[in-house]
């Protein structure tokens, strides 16, 4: 077999793939039209139940109660907005009756570097555009603000499939046509990112599908990654710890009786290496919960236990 038919068959299994996923999520993808006093916006949104809710990126509704989607086929419907959680940049919605096929919702974890992806939305009012890729890094961060609160958002998936304005709340498809990701268009900085459809979000789905919020657990303290002692890391097998460098008074964590200056290591019986470590554990269930805490301290684990409270 030559070269050119190598080729040829190669693009070919790519074109199916790309071609299966397009017909798999684009039923499920609408264009959202929003109108806030702001002005007008614009953005996408994937249907992932058959009673007609839709996840979208908060951003794209900031500001809306209702506004307008429209689906592949041409279905046009008013929607109202059920929640959204800044601090993730995930929103739900929800329209009366939705005659489109709901997606499939995947695991983010699942995905490997290079790895091919589907983004399916409607980048600059251009409805049901489709572009693919390869997942290009895992575990970003992307740093997000509520007008409060300052977090970042662990574990989101970068891509080279393109993604432009309006492509913001769209799916981010793996070959079987699961929905990993929910596209995040970052102006100005040329990078395709998507928040991952993982344990954590699926939490955060269903607090805002129930309750249209976040309930957040709150532990009271602020750390900086440090480099572990080569012994302890290589006892441990981590690389590093989180440095407690403020305790708030009162706090949970000053209750349980973490001191500034030391290193967090687990949580929850789960390695600490970073503030995404902590954020990940802190969401409703956590609230009024034993935690277990280790702490390295003057070169000796301590253990304590800290009962999180609801973050108002």
Known sequence: MDADKLESDALDAYSRVVTSVAATVLPSVASLSVRTPRGAGAGSAVLFTTDGFLLTSAHVVAGAQTGTAEFGDGEETRFDVVGADPLADLAVVRVAAAGSP??????????????????????LGLAGSVTAGVVSALGRSLPVYDGRRNRLIDDVIQTDAALNPGNSGGALADARGRVVGVNTAVAGIGVGLAVPINANTRQIIADLVSQGRVRRAWLGVAGVPVPLPPPIAERLGQRRGLRVVEVVPGSPAGVAGIYLGDILVTAGGRPVQGVQDVQRLMLGPAIGQRLSLTVLRRGAFVDVVAVPTELS
């Open 102 to 123: 709901p997606a499939t919702l995947g695991d983010a974890n699942e995905l490997r570097v290079g790895q091919l992806v589907v983004a399916v939305g409607n980048p």
